[in-house]
């Protein structure tokens, strides 16, 4: 009997747990799962640039664009129409020669399949990538300089580097605020490539328009390094003013003035360029070689230096100098291109190239240098954006062989300047 009584309590026991077991079984596949919270798909915006390394200024503008690209991706990237992106940055080495920057342009355009090209600064380059990037829809953000980038034949180029509207401007201002009223005879020294002979010519119309005689226009080879048959021209000629149109600050620009020196010439000079290369002037030639006329005259340059700059522009340079350890200033003369790429992606709020362009028409952005906005060309029978105009500050060696802030050509001012040249609204 109590052998019966076991198993029928083992039985109601077995029947217990079972019931249990899948009760809970039940309970557990009947339970909603928690909520995995969505995320936002981050694709890739593929962004090429091509620079000479060789330069001071293709290493620095690199390192520029390498920084913008960190700070937003580590910002969560960049939303546009609607869908987010991380910037994947490609540059290539074009040694500022037309064959190497086509080269790179095939590479960027039909292998790495980037949608934009930025930065670039030689017209050698840019015109031998717009034969790639033209009939693929690639939009060129550049900071070249020929006219002929600026034509209607081109639809994807914009030149986000302030050059013919404030050079038509420069020399007005200059002759206002820095130069002797006696002084009329300039020298032009220039490379003797397309950018040189570019801006010789654009600087050379300005001169004249003010009253000035041009001497002669001299030029040298890119990176040629003995000037002494230049400085010994420039003597002969007497000119009261010397300016270097468009040499960039290194061994070129410090040849040149320390040629000129040792020669004995003692007159104006003016490079809007050559500002990170004073210093070394000042030490290794002296700062007397900087000293002529009232005083070596260039483009300040970087704005975080003027009265009340840009809190923006204080937090890249507080970021640059994070990131590499030394604040660089050759560079960003030429890094328009990537405020305004950002700007008009964020105006089109799409990828789509004409969008794009159309997104250029009246944009005005914040940059290193200052403010920059978009013109059209109608000059040049371009009625589209393709130019810009922008605030250029300018700064005078003193007495102590130091350069100091001078003043702004302001924005305004250029425009102003621009159409009254040209007869026609530029806006």
Sequence with gaps: MNRVRHKVIYSALAMLITLVMLTTVLLVSCAKPT???????????????????????????????ELQVERINDAGGIVVGGKKYNIELIVYDDNYEADKARAAAERLVHIDKVQFII?????????????????????????????????????????????????????????????NPAWQKVVLISND??????????????????????????????GQTDFGLIAAEVLALKPDIVHFAGVLPGKEIFGLVKALYEFGYRGQLIDELAAASLPEIAEKVGKEALLGGNGFICDFGDVTETPNPPKSMLEFREA?????GVWETDGILFSAPWWVTMEALKRADSLDPDAFMTALEGLEVIYPRGRLTAIRRPDLKNDRYVDSVGDSNYGQVNKAGKLEFAGTLTMEFAIENFERIKGMSLR
Excluded at 37 to 65: E, Y
């Design 35 to 65: 909520p995995t919270p969505p995320t936002t798909p981050v694709s890739t915006l593929k962004i090429g640039s091509t620079q000479c390394f060789a330069m001071r200024q293709g290493i620095q503008l690199k390192r520029i664009l």
């Design 320 to 324: 640059y100098v994070k990131k590499y």
């Design 119 to 179: 930065g670039t600064i030689s017209s050698a380059s840019v015109l031998a990538i717009a034969e790639v990037t033209e009939p693929a829809k690639i939009p060129v953000i550049h900071g070249a300089t020929a006219s002929q980038l600026l034509g209607p034949g081109y639809k994807y180029l914009f030149h986000a580097y302030p050059t013919e509207g404030t050079v038509s401007a420069q020399i007005t201002y200059y002759k206002e605020r820095f130069l």
């Design 193 to 222: 490539d397309v950018t040189g002979k570019a801006m010789s010519a654009l600087y050379g119309a300005q001169w004249l328009r003010n009253g000035y005689n041009i001497l002669n226009k001299l030029f040298f080879a890119r």
